[in-house]
């Protein structure tokens, strides 16, 4: 399923590329990459609080 998954967001990236420019393409990847990691999170396959909580 990932195999597809990335296809997916490659085409859609390439098509803001080509339609929208770097502006749009930054755009795409940035929000993806955000939902990915809340997807992960909400699987639970890791921990955001981690992630951001202070070490001493």
């Known amino acids: 399923m990932w195999p597809v ?3 997916a967001f490659g085409v ?3 098509l803001a590329g ?3 420019g770097f502006g749009a ?3 795409v990847f940035v929000l993806g990459a955000i939902g ?3 997807g992960r999170a909400f699987e639970g ?3 955001l609080a981690e992630l951001f909580t202070r070490r001493e």
């Open 5 to 7: 998954v990335g296809l």
């Open 45 to 47: 396959e890791i921990d």
């Open 25 to 27: 393409f930054a755009l």
């Open 36 to 38: 990915f990691l809340a």
């Open 18 to 20: 080509a339609f929208g």
């Open 12 to 14: 859609v990236l390439g």
